[in-house]
Nanobody, 120 residues
Framework: QVQLVESGGGLVQSGGSLRLSCTAS????????MDWYRRAPGEARELVAP???????NYADSVKGRFSIFEDNKKNTLYLEMTELKPEDTAVYYC??????????????WGQGTQVTVSS
């Protein structure tokens, strides 16, 4: 069983910054990718920042230049640094992990989400 726990959300004024964390624990062997998603009220889930090992992350256009993703493998933790926050960034932010458990089986894990609210 894999547990993903996000933290760092909160209320911030427009133009402010937040750093989100996602720590993976449990049976984490085989996890090869972790990404950040978000879901705003009434909107579809959006891939914000994919964490890849080769090349620069392909951030969503709406966050390019403002958000950055990085990881600390020793702590099994993925981070999302968010700067110049805008009210439209208000959403629940989720950490997602892909785990290969066999050559033909892939599991997808999600955290419980952390609320980010940006006031104007």
């Amino acid at each position: 069983q894999v547990q993903l726990v996000e933290s760092g959300g909160g209320l911030v004024q427009s133009g402010g910054s937040l750093r989100l964390s996602c720590t993976a624990s449990g049976s984490i062997a085989g996890i090869y990718k972790m990404d950040w998603y978000r879901r705003a009220p009434g909107e579809a889930r959006e891939l914000v920042a994919p964490n890849i090992d080769v090349g620069p992350p392909n951030y969503a256009d709406s966050v390019k230049g403002r958000f950055s993703i990085f990881e600390d493998n020793k702590k099994n933790t993925l981070y999302l640094e968010m700067t110049e926050l805008k009210p439209e960034d208000t959403a629940v932010y989720y950490c997602q992990a892909d785990q290969g458990v066999s050559p033909v089986q892939l599991l997808s894990h999600w955290g419980q989400g952390t609320q980010v609210t940006v006031s104007s």
